[in-house]
């Protein structure tokens, strides 16, 4: 119902009638003053005088005309924004009936279904839908009711930043680092700046597993000498600055880097679930030193850190504890510690296959190398790099 309708509807009840009086008293048909209260009509200017007049209402419902009016002239400048950020194809003769606002609340809806879904399934599956989504909402905007576009884009924005992700995970980083760029120009259209500060972030952790700490260092750099930067996405820049590090063999500029990341997270505002960066894991700073103690050659902390904060993250997060599992079995086997690193990366084979991530297969080639080149022939070794061979197979790392 768009704010005239609703408003004839209120007025109407409050004196007292009922849609079969007004009708006689407007010269409206019934069904056609029903159809204006529910919505699926737009009223004309001379209508709501009319309805203005024998209500006594006092020009409320030429008001509310001229609102909607408005808001039709931000949803078609609008439009041409999103026009211009189209990833998938238009679907022609699509047509959404409920306003602007009803398809914001339940985009929202659709993106946290999608965060719930990406824990436990492969990217194969969930990018389509997301990018079904965004395709869908051009449309939408061109057809639906009026209202304020801005819940709207911010929702596609986060939609499309999680795309981006997912096409990551899915080996397409030129699409994620698109997909990223396009959610931050949205999300600024909306008047949020989060995401244009975010977006260096994800391309640095794009760097991060083609193990190149050098650029981490200068996107993680240059995202933090940008101005009006939340304590959040700070702390996600000094935890991307200390893996670039750690690849590079720097342990305390490592440790200086998780050190302002802990200082900033701390002094975070909770993530609210619509925030970016990893939520799965309470503490991500803690994790963090865990993976770069990896690369800093720290083996025996490394797998003190990540298991403890394994056990801490929710079983229904099968994607991350995967992702940290994984790792953790790569601190074994580059430990020496062979019946440990066959015993954790079994323990996940199922939700490896499962998830089907390009990121985690980054470390499965890892783990797969040590394992060939510490202990070949080895009847267990070769069991787990034959139940691994799929994801092995797989494209890990490229673009």
């Not at 439009?79 to 009936?97: H, I, P, W």
């Not at 993106?111 to 990018?131: C, K, V």
Request: with cysteine.
């Amino acid at each position: 119902m768009n704010d005239f309708g609703s408003t004839l509807r209120r007025l109407r009840q409050e004196r007292g009638l009922s849609l079969t009086q007004l009708s006689h008293l407007t010269n409206y048909s019934k069904g056609y003053l029903s159809k204006l209260e529910l919505g699926e009509r737009t009223a004309a200017t001379a209508t709501a005088r009319v309805c203005d007049s024998v209500l006594a209402a006092k020009g409320q419902l030429l008001a509310t005309l001229r609102d909607d009016e408005a808001a039709r002239a931000e949803q078609e400048q609008a439009f041409s924004v999103l026009s211009a950020l189209a990833t998938t194809d238009d679907n022609s003769g699509y047509r959404f009936r409920g306003s602007v606002d009803v398809y914001s609340t339940q985009l929202w809806g659709i993106y946290s279904t999608l965060r719930n879904m990406g824990h436990h399934m492969s990217p194969e599956l969930i990018l389509p839908m997301a990018l079904t989504n965004v395709g869908t909402a051009n449309e939408m905007l061109r057809s639906a009711r009026p209202g304020s576009v801005t819940e709207l884009f911010n929702a596609l924005a986060a939609i499309k930043e999680y795309a981006g992700w997912m096409a990551q995970e899915r080996g397409q980083n030129e699409l994620c680092k698109r997909l990223t760029q396009e959610a931050a120009q949205l999300a600024l259209e909306a008047g949020d700046r989060t995401l244009e500060h975010w977006k260096l972030i994800r391309i640095a952790d794009i760097a991060l597993y083609l193990g190149d700490g050098l650029q981490i260092l200068d996107l993680t750099r240059r995202t933090l000498a940008q101005d009006g930067l939340d304590d959040r996405t700070r702390s996600f820049a000094w935890q991307r600055q200390a893996q670039g590090h750690a690849l590079l063999g720097d342990h305390s500029g490592c440790l200086r880097a998780l050190d302002e990341a802990q200082l900033f997270f701390d002094a975070a505002t909770a993530a609210d679930p619509q925030s970016l960066g990893i939520k799965s894991v309470p503490l991500p700073v803690e994790i963090t030193r865990g993976w770069a103690l990896v690369d800093l050659c720290v083996y025996d902390e490394a797998v003190e850190v990540l298991r403890t904060q394994i056990d801490a993250i929710g079983t229904q997060y099968v994607r991350s504890r995967t992702r940290f599992t994984t790792r953790l079995a790569l601190a074994h086997a580059s430990n020496g510690d062979r019946g440990e690193a066959c015993e954790t990366v079994r323990s996940v084979l199922h939700d490896i296959h499962r998830v089907d991530s390009n990121t985690i297969r980054v470390d499965l080639k890892a783990l797969a190398e040590v394992l060939r080149r510490r202990w070949a022939g080895d009847p267990a070794v070769e069991d787990v790099l034959a139940e691994l061979k799929p994801q092995l197979d797989g494209s890990a790392g490229l673009g």
